[in-house]
T-cell receptor, first 115, second 110 residues
């Protein structure tokens, strides 16, 4: 398996623009997580899904952020409109509930810069 | 509570041992984990320990768990420059997610 795939790897956009980040989890995994990492706030869990259903979105900063998982192999995180304070590295991770541990496999991340 | 606390920075000399510490508040965890993040990359699982174990050794890595004090540590023997990274401890909860600490940056000086 290729692991968790994220695209794009880098995104530079202007304030006010819509940004869509994409994630393909590891095939067969039933949990998907979106994280944000910044120097100031560290690693933050934004939202996670189980079997394509959002379980906990309490980490989503505000209504400008939305996430979807239309099927087991694809998820998006959308920011509309984007602001400079959204600049961060966004990670997607997946895991398998039936495994002996809750080990999460992380993608390489999308580095977002909002100017 | 779900807090996980780590010191932010550790600097060691190449060849020395590194010990990274972590404390947590939730005693219901089944597994506790150490993840490694190299520059420009995602987090990668380094090792984990079952909550009813006190110690786990894996080559240069030794994990110690003091469940009474809710203290987890990662010891890296013969630390190399390639070990320079951010190390995160984490524990699981009932809901399928992991609770991560803020990460410890390990700097290895030649």
């Amino acid at each position: 398996d290729a692991g968790v795939i994220q695209s794009p790897r880098h995104e530079v956009t202007e304030m006010g623009q819509e940004v869509t980040l994409r994630c393909k989890p590891i095939s067969g995994h039933d949990y998907l997580f979106w994280y944000r990492q910044t120097m100031m706030r560290g690693l933050e869990l934004l939202i996670y899904f189980n079997n394509n259903v959002p379980i906990d979105d309490s980490g989503m900063p505000e209504d400008r952020f939305s996430a979807k998982m239309p099927n087991a192999s694809f998820s998006t995180l959308k920011i509309q409109p984007s602001e400079p304070r959204d600049s961060a590295v966004y990670f997607c991770a997946s895991s398998l509930r039936g495994a002996s541990t809750y080990e999460q496999y992380f993608g390489p991340g999308t580095r977002l810069t909002v100017t | 509570g779900e807090d996980v606390e780590q010191s932010l920075f550790l600097s060691v000399r190449e060849g020395d041992s590194s010990v990274i510490n972590c404390t947590y508040t939730d005693s219901s965890s089944t597994y506790l984990y150490w993840y490694k993040q190299e520059p420009g990359a995602g987090l990668q699982l380094l090792t984990y320990i079952f909550s009813n174990m006190d110690m786990k050794q894996d080559q240069r890595l030794t994990v110690l768990l003091n469940k009474k004090d809710k203290h987890l540590s990662l010891r890296i023997a013969d630390t190399q420059t390639g070990d320079s990274a951010i190390y995160f401890c984490a524990h699981d909860g009932e809901t399928g997610k992991l609770i991560f600490g803020q990460g410890t940056t390990l700097q290895v000086k030649p």
